[in-house]
Structures are given as C-alpha cells and as structure tokens.
C-alpha cells in the first residue's frame, strides 16, 4: 500500500529553537495535512494544504505543499514545551475529498525547558 | 458541537473473541472512517461509511466489519481477534466529501491477550 516517509522519527530540542521534519512520498498526493498527537488522544489537525507550492501558517507553525507533489514540510518556531507531542503528516490520493487518508509514522517531538 | 467520542475507552480480550467499538460522530458529520493504530506507527485506514453502507475499504480482513446507524454513529466489529489486533482503534467523522475536515475522537485501545 501507499507510504509516507517522515523523518526524523524523534527530536528532542530545547524550548526556544526552531523545529523542521518533513515527508517524503512516491507518489502524487492532491492533499497534504499535519496532524498532531497528545497521549491519550486523537489526532488534531494543525494545517491543510491544497495546492502544490502552497505555504501556509497557523501562528507558530508553518507547512509547505511541495512542487513536485511527492512531499511537505512543517516547521515550528520558538518552541514551548506544550509542543511535546507525535506530529504525523498524512496525504489524500484522489480529489473527491472522501478518499482515505495514508499517514506517516510520525515524529516524536520532546522539548527541553 | 459534542464532538467525536468513542466507547469504551480501553478494553482487554482474549483471543479467539468477539469485540464491538463505537463511535459517535460530531454533529452534522455524516461520512464515518476507522483507522487502526499500531503502537509506534501512523493512523492505517480500515474502513469508510456514509448512509449506512461500506464506502471505501483498506487492506484488512473481512473479519473487521462495521454498521452506521441513521444517525450516523458507527461500530466497528473485529471477529476471531488475533494478538496483532492490538492496537488503538480511532474514529474519524467528516462532512460528504470534505474529509480533510475530519475529527477524530480520542480511541479505544484494545488489547489481545
């Protein structure tokens, strides 16, 4: 079956840094989302992205479609320890906006205070 | 807005058995999909249901089946468990054909013993 490659699969940064992890696919993907993972909890949504070359931003996260379709990229600046958490990327083949969606296996994210 | 939940929250069986998980789906949300979580990985998609019919299957066994009722709550039914049917068990309802606004409730986990 289709797989998303993320890496890395764990970071541990101090509170302040900025934070970068990205996916990788080897296939076309129409949709990109970045979700996230507390203990205990289901995924949330952070961003979507649409379009290829798309850039967009929720506050201090920022997440990038890219060109060729086949990846994305999520930053987080200035870190805080309520960022601690599992991010997964994960991507919707078809366009009917019903497909299923394949995630990553996700980046375990810890902050340093 | 009640949001997803899903029932129980944790359960134990025994291999060879029977389980049923349910889930609610927010309001107004009539597309209903379960992915399974293995500890460790990303979300894999098992199933999808809208009007009460199959829309959509992953690559899992007929052993893994599921209902959506009128008001669009759904159960997920897992025959004959097996011990690699551990797992955490999430529920995801959306909007018909916007599915990268879905919310996703906060799991079962189940384990097989």
């Known amino acids: 079956g289709q797989q998303l490659n993320q890496s890395p699969q764990s970071m541990f940064i101090q509170e302040g840094e900025d934070v970068s992890m990205n996916c990788t696919s080897s296939s076309i993907f129409n949709t990109w989302l970045w979700y996230k993972q507390d203990p205990g909890e289901g995924p949330v949504l952070l961003i979507a992205l649409y379009k290829a070359g798309e850039l967009t931003s929720n506050g201090r996260l920022t997440a990038q479609f890219g060109i060729t379709r086949k990846d994305s990229f999520l930053n987080i600046s200035a870190s805080i320890p309520s960022d601690v958490g599992i991010y997964f990327c994960a991507g919707q083949l078809g366009n009917s906006g019903n497909t299923p969606l394949v995630f990553g296996k996700g980046t375990r994210l810890s902050v340093i205070a | 807005e009640t949001g997803v939940t899903q029932s129980p929250t944790h359960l134990i069986k025994t291999r060879g058995q029977q389980v049923t998980l349910r889930c609610s789906s927010q309001s107004g949300h009539n597309t209903v999909s379960w992915y399974q979580q293995a500890l460790g990985q990303g979300p894999q998609f098992i199933f999808q249901?809208?009007?009460?019919?199959?829309?959509g299957r992953g690559n899992f066994p007929p052993r893994f089946s599921g209902l959506q009722f009128p008001n669009y709550s759904s159960e997920l039914n897992v025959n004959a468990l097996e011990l690699d049917d551990s797992a955490l068990y999430l529920c995801?309802?959306?909007?018909?054909?916007?599915?990268?606004?879905?919310?996703f409730g906060q799991g079962t986990r189940l384990t097989v013993v």
């Open positions: 995801a309802s959306s909007p018909r054909g916007r599915g990268t606004e879905a919310f």
């Open positions: 249901y809208y009007r009460e019919e199959e829309n």
